[in-house]
């Protein structure tokens, strides 16, 4: 028995199309695919139920048909076929995507003043760490070594892979080109906002209000007199600022899911271990970051704050 809800597959050879497909529609005959082979040759795909009144009108229009019944599984075979391409661009292009994911292809460096990124390139491409390489044969425990050993200017230097860039964080030497006479200038411990200074020694370099980057001196030590002369003497002040510093370490996602707890308790240890003893931080203010990508979890702490130096 065939049902009537069951498509019928007919070969037509004939002429005057447009005029056929305005019959079918005015004879209420549904039309469920259509295909033309050739000018003359074509194919219709129908409801069973309308199989009569469609030979009906094939023969009144003088069309030569075949039968062609097609069953579901042939249909669907048959769709699959037609759209084979499709379907094969985006198995590629899905395989492209999950290969691409393994390898780096931009390198970006933060932390520079002194030391220009080309040298930075430069050191790093010649040690293996050139771009389009597979993340595992990135060596990240060896680029503090590697910059400082090429580059004079560099006193740290840490990496992390995140996506498919290469993070380069850099902290250079403090410039002593203005120690005058074994009197050390006051120099910015982090990146900060002067919030107040005391001078009581020296020449400030800044005001309240100012942003100040990591290294620069806010104090000299010294005093100008007539004639751009400068009198050694110790720089001392009182300073307030505010800052923000932050430390970050990436973890595997399924590892930081079972250690978050004790790795931000980690971190948050290894950050005040830096500074607690060295600076009087108040009005103190801990956040916490969590980005994920590449089954890799990036944590971030960041401390908030003023101090007192």
């Not at 003088?62 to 048959?78: A, G, P, Q, T, W």
């Not at 005001?207 to 620069?216: F, H, I, N, R």
């Not at 930081?256 to 290894?270: F, H, V």
């Amino acid at each position: 028995m065939i049902l009537q809800n069951e498509n019928i597959k007919f070969k037509v050879q004939g002429l005057n199309l447009k005029k056929f497909l305005q019959n079918l529609s005015k004879n209420k005959i549904e039309v469920v695919e259509f295909e033309k082979l050739e000018y003359n040759l074509f194919f219709f795909t129908i409801k069973k139920k309308n199989e009569f009144e469609f030979l009906k009108l094939v023969k009144r229009f003088n069309y030569k048909v075949d039968e062609n019944k097609l069953s579901f599984l042939s249909r669907k075979i048959r769709l699959i076929r037609n759209n084979l391409v499709f379907f094969v661009s985006a198995i590629v292009m899905v395989f492209l995507i999950l290969f691409s994911s393994n390898f780096v292809f931009q390198t970006k460096i933060e932390g520079l003043c002194a030391v220009r990124e080309s040298e930075v390139l430069k050191v790093l491409d010649e040690n293996g760490f050139e771009m389009g390489k597979f993340k595992t044969n990135y060596n990240l425990d060896s680029v503090e070594k590697i910059l400082t050993a090429h580059l004079e200017k560099i006193s740290y230097a840490s990496a992390v892979i995140k996506g498919n860039t290469l993070v380069i964080n850099i902290d250079e030497k403090i410039d002593n080109s203005e120690y005058i006479y074994n009197y050390s200038p006051i120099f910015a411990p982090f990146d900060c906002v002067i919030n107040s200074i005391e001078l009581l020694s020296g020449t400030a370099n800044y005001l309240a209000g100012q942003t100040v980057k990591a290294g620069e001196v806010i104090v000299s030590p010294y005093v100008v007199y007539v004639n751009s002369q400068k009198l050694p003497v110790p720089a001392k002040a009182k300073i307030n600022a505010y800052v923000e510093i932050n430390c970050h370490c990436e973890y595997e996602m399924r590892d930081y899911q079972k250690n978050s707890q004790k790795y931000i308790e980690e971190l948050t240890k290894e950050l005040y271990n830096k500074n607690e003893d060295k600076y009087n931080i108040d009005d103190l203010e801990k956040l916490i970051l969590e980005s994920s990508n590449d089954g890799n979890c990036l944590l971030t702490i960041i401390l908030k704050g003023n101090i007192y130096f």
